[in-house]
């Protein structure tokens, strides 16, 4: 039996005070991440060297003690195991050659996936042997974009945006949209178990751009993919948790909870905890979902605004978490000081 708070949350059990780790939690509002990403020669070559990707993935674990480490990659890294050029321009975020016909989606590869995914899962197996021998109770979580967010940026080209392109790609050419969800679902199962296989101890599912879609096309593009998705995980690798995050799904999140054979659903910030509580299984942990922007204010208000959530959730299976990813302009004093309220539970 495993003692990782984090593991055992996952398994149903209320554990208090709860684990904790932050979304983005490696990132650039921490000086030693702006050291090792300056070096390393830009982000993809960042993600792709294990030595220092394993460094910037256990730099927030030394500094805060987090229950969980997250690989340090990107939910862009299967496009680009697949072939689509990808690159991370200053200051723009992500851009890629989009996918909008036949051709595009043939160039698409499956075959190569695994070989070029191969740096990724060396940082797996460096990331979670460093984990054993210095913090034995930090579990470690892999990752993947589901295939409606991942697909969103495959045909747009880019991020910052709402993503009108995709969404209409969705309406015009069903056929075209769900063959490259198809091509893009195989090769994001090939990449969890490649690092389930490698040594992550649970596995999270990113759909950014969920609360983007109508009632509709939520079921169709986010809820039947998803499933068939974890579904396939759960089926070939049982002993691995699952947490999903349909992003602004709202009142949605139930239907997407009772649907997917999930061990943690993740709420975002403007989720009300309770409704969450109320809606989905009761042995399902909640993880979640304090406001980024409260972390950078510090103060009283990061305080009372932690502590609600923890008043709302004692007494059930529930990871404390951020509703988003930490923003560039955190104070890492104010992460401190929430790590110190939430240890006093
Ligand atoms: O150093 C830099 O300038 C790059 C910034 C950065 C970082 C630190 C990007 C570019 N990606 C990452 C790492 C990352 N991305 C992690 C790893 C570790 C951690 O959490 O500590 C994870 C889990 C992600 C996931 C990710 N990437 C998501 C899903 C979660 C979310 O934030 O909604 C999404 C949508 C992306 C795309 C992406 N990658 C990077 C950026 C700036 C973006 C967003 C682009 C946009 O605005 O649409």
Not at 214 to 230: D, K, N, T, Y
Not at 289 to 312: F, H, Y
């Amino acid at each position: 039996m495993t003692t990782k708070p984090f593991l055992r949350t996952l398994a149903g059990e209320a554990v208090w005070p709860p684990p904790v780790w932050l979304m983005r939690q490696a990132g650039r509002y921490l000086p030693e991440y702006r050291a090792v990403r300056n070096e390393a020669g830009g982000f993809i070559k960042l993600c792709t060297t294990p030595e220092a990707a394993a460094e910037v993935t256990l730099q927030p674990i030394r500094r805060y003690g987090f229950d969980a480490a997250i690989l340090f990659s990107d939910i862009l890294m299967v496009p680009w195991a697949m072939g689509q050029g990808l690159r991370f321009a200053e200051g723009e975020g992500p851009l890629l050659d989009p996918v909008r016909d036949q051709a595009g989606l043939d160039a698409l590869q499956l075959e190569g996936v695994a070989e070029r995914a191969a740096p990724i899962m060396e940082t797996v197996r460096r990331v979670r042997a460093a984990l054993e021998a210095d913090h034995p109770n930090t579990a470690l979580i892999g990752f993947a974009g589901s295939p409606w967010t991942v697909a969103c940026y495959m045909v747009e080209g880019r991020g910052g945006g709402e993503f009108a392109e995709a969404r209409r790609m969705a309406f015009r050419n069903p056929e075209l949209f769900a063959a490259v969800m198809a091509k893009l679902e195989a090769a994001t199962l090939t990449y969890l178990l490649a690092q389930a296989d490698a040594g992550a101890e649970a596995l999270m599912l990113f759909d950014s751009w969920a609360g983007l879609l109508s009632p509709s096309g939520f079921r169709r593009w986010v809820i039947e993919p998803s499933v068939r998705l974890a579904t396939a995980l759960r089926a070939a690798r049982p002993d691995i948790p699952l947490i999903g995050f349909p992003r602004l799904a709202g009142p949605l999140l139930q239907e997407y909870a009772a649907a997917m054979p999930i061990q943690a659903v993740a709420m975002d910030t403007g989720m009300d905890p309770k409704w969450a509580a109320a809606h989905v299984p009761p042995n399902m942990a909640l993880q979640g979902n304090l406001d980024p922007q409260a972390v950078v204010a510090g103060g009283p208000a990061l305080d009372e605004e932690a502590r609600a959530i923890l008043a709302a959730m004692r007494g059930r299976p529930f990871i404390f978490n951020l509703g988003h990813g930490i923003v560039p302009p955190t104070p890492p004093e104010h992460v401190a000081q929430l790590m110190d309220v939430l240890r006093a539970g």
